[in-house]
């Protein structure tokens, strides 16, 4: 095995060891999942699913949903995180690729300016279908862009979490460029 080949592999074992630590593999839940086709405006396919937890309801018959927005390089698979953390609390989960991203049609993303469009449709669809009490926006780097400029549109939205740069992780970003640019960061900064 190559160098490379065993750090690659040695990082993957990492990331899903921590992974497999942050999930509480020990819950049982029945889920319905169910795969849609969302056009939008561009006339372009997007595809999506909606995860539903099976053994909740509210008195009233529906539930809570949250919509995942995944980041530039990202796909719906990225929401996996999202599902296994909030299906046993009884809240769906839509994930969906935007147009140019995933399975969906499209070339290109434009990192939140026509994403706003494709969050629509799907946000959309989710009213028009009924059994949802509230939507939720879960969006990581571009997806949460996206959510913070859906959410200037629609004050519906009933919550969101948006998953950007973590400070500790900016900070040291910030300590490297200044290391490496010898100080002409902090001038620029003044």
Same mark, same amino acid.
């Given at each position: 095995m190559t160098?490379?080949?065993? @750090?690659?592999?040695?990082?993957?074992?990492?990331?899903?060891r921590q992974r497999a630590l942050t999930l509480n593999w020990s819950t049982s839940f029945v889920i319905?999942?169910?795969?849609?086709? @969302?056009?939008?405006? @561009?006339?372009?396919?997007?595809?999506?699913?909606?995860?539903?937890?099976? !053994?909740?309801?509210?008195?009233?018959?529906?539930?809570?949903?949250?919509?995942?927005?995944?980041?530039?390089?990202g796909s719906r698979r990225d929401a996996e995180e999202a599902v296994w953390h909030l299906l046993p609390c009884g809240v769906g989960?839509?994930?969906? !690729?935007?147009?140019?991203s995933g399975l969906s049609d499209g070339k290109w993303v434009t990192l939140g300016a026509h994403e706003v469009d494709?969050?629509?449709?799907?946000? @959309?669809?989710?009213?028009?279908?009924?059994?949802?009490?509230?939507?939720?926006l879960w969006?990581?780097?571009?997806?949460?862009?996206?959510?913070?400029?859906?959410?200037?549109?629609?004050?519906?939205?009933a919550g969101m979490v948006r998953r950007v740069c973590s400070r500790s992780r900016c900070r040291s970003c910030v300590c490297m460029l200044h290391c490496w640019m010898g100080g002409l960061l902090a001038w620029v900064a003044w």
């Open positions: 160098f490379w080949a065993a @750090q690659t592999r040695l990082l993957w074992l990492e990331t899903w319905r999942h169910v795969r849609l086709l @969302q056009t939008n405006k @561009q006339g372009l396919t997007m595809k999506c699913s909606h995860y539903l937890p099976l !053994d909740s309801k509210t008195k009233d018959g529906t539930l809570p949903a949250v919509v995942y927005c995944h980041c530039n390089s989960v839509v994930a969906f !690729d935007f147009t140019g494709d969050l629509a449709v799907v946000i @959309q669809h989710l009213r028009s279908m009924g059994g949802i009490s509230s939507i939720g969006g990581r780097s571009m997806g949460a862009v996206t959510a913070l400029l859906y959410s200037h549109k629609d004050p519906d939205i």
